[in-house]
């Protein structure tokens, strides 16, 4: 089949080289020429694990291709994804003005009936307004064309999006058109064939699933913060909890982990809009009310550790600071909690040297080159004459360091894990002194 996908993020380019791996050919559209340049070249924006082979083998066959011109990608094909950015709105709903700018692009430029694919996360009642402005766009131009507007929300993870996408757990089809039902079933055909992934549903149920599903998750986690938080002032240990409740199948072991928040471009995002979306409802949702406001405070949870320890006056202080990408397998820093601290001891007068596998180059973008900010080669340089050990995020080159060059790098042997990557009972044997997330009292 062809497949036109507007967006090259991290759902539009994944999606385009998984569906051109499966043997569619598909053109990918988006306005930032330097990007499509690179991508032209090889040469990918984002890190996402294999998806650089992916993209450039898929390329050199011919079934992938990049380009900037809107009408070429609109005319390739009448399977078209609409997979561009949601940013929060300043109330925090999901901005769809470049959504919509895309579904007037396809209206403009149409020449026969399309199947319009909404893959961006939307706010529910979203393909009813990529339809009236389709409508109005193509009566403005005198054209009798026929369209259907789908929502196929997208379910990957960050760092994991290649085999995700590869291999998803359920495929949601949000439609009434059983037309477009068909054509959407080919498609994902090769995804589909060891067990039924696809499920179809009216169009706004598929788009709150999105929302849902991301809700839930991000639920867990603020849950087991929240908990974390009791552990550490009743002298329980959230590990061991942890492990108690993830052995009930009800329950499970997944995203019951504690840490310094959840970051990205999706939880945050996605909480936020749908307490918007309940509120212009006039309903109150005081449980995502409640993840959000969790998420916030334990983002601050790591720096009350360290004026703790150190006091409020950390000028000339230096900290070392493992991982900045707001989750591993990735170098998104949107929404990160290594922001959060650094930001907080830049205010308290500290210095950072931060080291991280792949976000080096987004830490730079973003902070520029400022004075209390060095950004290091290796975690062990990092280490060298710093105060302290942070660690934000969780990479696996951080989880069996040697502890004994850790304590003799460090002016004081003092660890603060934001992650819980290490057994206290062995941090205490090393002679390090170890603050993790509701692991104890302090």
Known sequence: MNVTVFGTGYVGLVQAAVLADAGHHVCCVDVDQTKIDNLNKGIIPIYEPGLTPLVQDNHAQGRLRFT??????????????????????????????YVLAVAGTVAQHMASDKIIVNKSTVPVGTADKVSQHVQAVLAQRGAQLGFTVVSNPEFLKEGAAVSDCKRPDRIIIGTDNSDAVAVMREL????????????????????????????MLATKISFMNEMANIAERVGADIEAVRKGIGSDERIGYHFIYPGCGYGGSCFPKDVQALVRTAESIDYQPQLLQ???????????????????????????????????????????????????????????????????????????????TRPDLTLMGTKEAALQGADALVICTEWQQFKAPDFNSIKTALRTPVVFDGRNLYEPARMQAKGLHYYAIGRGQH
Not at 78 to 92: H, N, S, Y
Not at 201 to 215: G, P
């Open 68 to 97: 900037t011109q809107a009408e070429e990608g609109v005319a390739f094909a009448d399977l078209i994804f609409i997979a561009v950015g949601t940013p929060p709105d300043e109330d925090g709903s999901a901005d769809l003005k």
């Open 188 to 215: 994902y055909e090769p995804f589909n064939r060891n067990h039924e992934r696809i499920i179809v549903m009216d169009v706004r149920s598929a788009e709150l699933t999105k929302y849902a599903a991301n809700c």
């Open 290 to 368: 409640a993840v959000e406001a969790v998420n916030h405070r334990q983002k601050r949870k790591l720096f009350e550790y360290i004026t703790k320890h150190f006091g409020a006056d950390l000028r000339g202080k230096t900290f070392a600071l493992w991982g900045l990408a707001f989750k591993p397998n990735t170098d998104d820093m949107r929404e990160a909690s290594s922001r959060v601290l650094m930001e907080q001891l830049w205010a308290a007068g500290a210095k950072v040297q931060a080291y991280d596998p792949e976000a080096m180059e987004e830490t730079q973008r973003i902070y520029g």
